[in-house]
């Protein structure tokens, strides 16, 4: 199991470790490759992992649920931890709350339970963005209005690629084909510029990231079993959202950071701490759950 889930996280650190690299040796501006990724890669990423498969919205609304019931619940007991450790919660709080759902959530699902566990995972995964991309925002930008979240390009294409989904619209195969290659470019980008920006992290400070790094999965789990045993999830499902809350802090954290100025390069270190921590936790709760 170990085995198995190094292997889904070495891509991750691999990526990284060559964008500090890279980083460090010649210094790239990275704002315009971050904010091509934040209004073309990533809503084509979304666009294209929804519309190309059926759901069935009754089937999965507790699911959903749980996963919302997860993810304010840790932001919600991130907020004091934030006050013990001294740190701004706009700094703190988000990377608690919304975890790796996409390209760790997602991969790992299928490795524990099998294709037929992708829909639930991409629901997973769907209830994270939403909520990122509103009261992700909203946190970091108390301008942002939310009646005019359709406006951004990655809830605009959730809504789109949900309604395709819904009403069994077919989408034109080669469009479908450009979108996801398009939607390809974004995790690889997003990690990418993650160890770029690890080039100016203070190593000196790396008590609250340390913190963060095991804080957030026992908070996770913790709030998951309870979810799910108030919600009367079946056994696959209630294994899923346990994992779901182990997961650990999502990359946008660090793209949100950069792009609202919210010291981005501590939650950078929140961010890859975290993911780094994940080796040890992933496999302790999937060893309990599965």
């Known amino acids: 199991m170990i085995l198995r889930i190094t292997a889904i996280l070495f891509p991750i650190f691999a990526i990284v470790a060559l964008g500090y690299w890279y980083g460090r040796r010649h210094d790239p501006e990275m704002a315009v490759a971050n904010r091509l990724n934040m209004d073309i890669f990533v809503p084509a990423l979304v666009f294209a992992a929804l519309a190309g498969r059926t759901f069935a919205p009754a ?84 301008n942002a209005r939310l009646l005019t979240l359709w406006r951004i390009p990655a809830v605009a294409a959730t809504a789109a690629g949900l309604a395709v989904s819904l009403l069994g619209l077919h989408v034109w195969g080669p469009l479908l084909t450009a979108l996801k290659m398009l939607g390809d470019i974004a995790i690889p980008l997003l990690l990418f510029a993650l160890g770029v920006r690890m080039k100016n992290i203070r190593f000196t400070d790396l008590g609250a990231p340390l913190v963060g790094a095991f804080l957030r999965p026992a908070l996770g789990v913790a709030i998951a079993w309870s979810a799910a045993q108030l919600l009367g999830l079946g ?38 701490l975290g993911n780094l921590a994940a080796v040890l936790v992933l496999p302790l709760v999937l060893a309990a759950v599965l």
């Not at 954290?253 to 390069?265: D, G």
């Open 235 to 272: 056994a696959r499902d209630s294994a899923m959202l346990i994992v779901f809350g182990a997961l650990p802090p999502a990359v946008l954290n660090f793209l949100f950071a950069e792009r609202y100025r919210q010291e981005p390069e501590r939650v950078a270190s929140i961010v890859l």
């Open 59 to 142: 089937e999965y609304l507790p699911l959903a649920t749980g996963a919302f019931v997860v993810l304010a619940g840790c932001g919600l007991l991130a907020w004091p931890a934030a006050r013990l450790l001294g740190l701004p919660w706009k700094t703190f709080v988000p990377p608690m709350m919304f975890n790796n759902s996409g390209n760790i959530g997602i991969p790992l699902a299928v490795l524990a339970w099998g294709e037929a566990a992708l829909p639930a995972a991409v629901i997973l995964f769907m209830v994270g963005n939403l909520l990122h991309f509103s009261l992700g925002a909203r946190m970091l930008d108390a």
